[in-house]
């Protein structure tokens, strides 16, 4: 497995790559498939900040699956502790994970909490200023094009970028949530072909929402 380690804002001392060459062999004793590990050390400068200053992100690639971790502390080696013991715990879950599907384990089932309509306005204004949150998405993107408007003379930018992603079953949303450790995943949903989010909700209990317009809900009826 290579294993590359790179320093944000601070310098990587000899002893840090040592340290986490030792440790990735609980990696590839789990995922034996893995093919690159990529370490980031970065500092912050803040002294109000000293007991988080250092913190360690940890990018574990094998195939076409990614599993990510961070975590942060006084110092680089706790840091990394900390990340390596999250990183493990998502990868023995993924690897738990396959074990199930092989032997044809179905997961819980996320609570579905029915269908979000959004909003309708009665009356739109008549123009939109070119920094309005309407111009955020006024103009077509490319895949991985992005675009930020500021909102008038407001601190607030918003950034709109747009990501390609194939149809994918809640129970593969759920997967992909897992591996990159956060606590809700967007994604389309090819049963239904709604936009729908999977999330956290406590234990290995999940929710998860799906959005449709008012028309397509009664046209469906």
């Known amino acids: 497995m290579e294993i590359v380690v790179t320093g944000r804002h601070t310098q990587v001392k000899p002893r840090f790559r040592d340290v986490v060459e030792n440790k990735m062999n609980r990696v590839t004793a ?4 893995a093919q690159r590990a990529q370490v980031v050390l970065s500092h912050e400068g803040n ?37 390596m013991d999250k990183l493990t715990l998502r990868l023995r879950r993924t690897r738990d994970r396959r074990k199930d599907h092989r032997r044809g384990y179905t997961n819980p089932v996320p ?34 094009e ?21 149809p994918m079953s809640i129970d593969e949303a759920l997967y992909e949530m897992e591996l990159i450790g956060h606590d809700f995943f967007l994604f389309v949903n090819k049963e239904t072909g709604r936009p729908s989010v999977v999330y956290h909700r406590h234990g290995w209990s999940y929710g998860v929402f799906e959005i449709d317009t008012p028309e397509n809900v009664k046209s469906a009826e």
């Open 47 to 83: 002294p109000r900040q000293a007991d988080t200053a250092k913190r360690v992100e940890i990018t574990i690639i094998a195939g076409r699956t990614v599993v990510r971790a961070e975590a942060s502390s006084a110092d680089e080696f706790s840091a990394l502790d900390l990340a």
């Open 111 to 144: 609570v579905d909490m029915g269908v979000v309509e959004p909003a309708v306005e009665e009356e739109a204004p008549e123009e939109e200023p070119n920094n309005s949150p309407a111009a955020a998405v006024a103009s077509d993107l490319g895949p991985g």
């Open 146 to 166: 992005s675009v930020e408007v500021q909102v008038g003379d407001t601190p607030i930018v918003i950034r709109r970028k747009l990501h390609i992603a194939e």
């Open 30 to 33: 789990i995922a034996p498939d």
